[in-house]
């Protein structure tokens, strides 16, 4: 194997398709960013697939998770959770700020929200002609969402904010086919790229290409699919295991064995 590899890596390279990319990055697929043209437009049909891919890998995760326990010894906090939150539990959802050693992380998650919402969709917007696009975007946003997990309890959460990450992936789904049946109106093949570019009074230059609808889908199906698995691990927090099943006669004796005491105290 050694020698097969060093036969291979030694020969001359040969003509390859990157050249090709390079050149008609701008002219037929309308961006600079090479990687990105590759993506949602030269390889298009390729990605839609992926995507697909992705969000059933999604909904699958969520399903095997969703009357999933965890095992009994994995449910106690460690030692220096259940020192640092000794007085804080139990926690109130409808508490501004959660207390102990969480309040300042839980301050600073909040802050950090609003400001990855605008850098995702920043990445998205600048994708097709400098580094971003869809999958970057995504994965900040979906980021930005499990960090109010992490540092503000899956109860405070869902009290405040509705995420539903199913409407994201089918949303997503949704936005990247509707931009590839579009080219079907201008009596184009499916996925086919189109431009539009426009000077405007107050915005002046203004280029749209309907790869920004691709994007936009690609956008969506991250965050939903990141979120839902992520999601689902968060919310095993919530769970306890099941009871290990017992015989009926080992069940009753326990749960009598307490006043079978009291009476056994009262009558000595």
Known sequence: MAGLAYAILTRPAGPGIS???LE???AQGGGRNVVNVILVDFRGFDTLGEITVVGIVALTVYKLLRRFRPAPESIILPRPQRVGAEGDEPRDPDETLP???MRVPAVLGRLLLPVAGVISVFFLLRGHNA?????VGGLVMSTAFIVQYMVSGTLWVESRMRINPQNWIGAGLLSAAGAGAGAWLASRSF???MAWHARLPLLGEVHLSSTLLFDLGVYLLVVGATTLMLIALAHQSLRSH???SVPHDTATE???SPAAQTESGAAS
């Not at 580094?131 to 999958?135: A, C, E, N, V, Y």
């Open 131 to 135: 580094p971003g696009g869809g999958f």
């Open 99 to 101: 207390l102990g050693y």
């Open 19 to 21: 050249s090709f990319f």
């Open 254 to 256: 326990v749960w009598r």
């Open 191 to 193: 996925l086919t790229s």
């Open 24 to 26: 008609h990055s701008l």
């Open 242 to 244: 099941r009871a290990p």
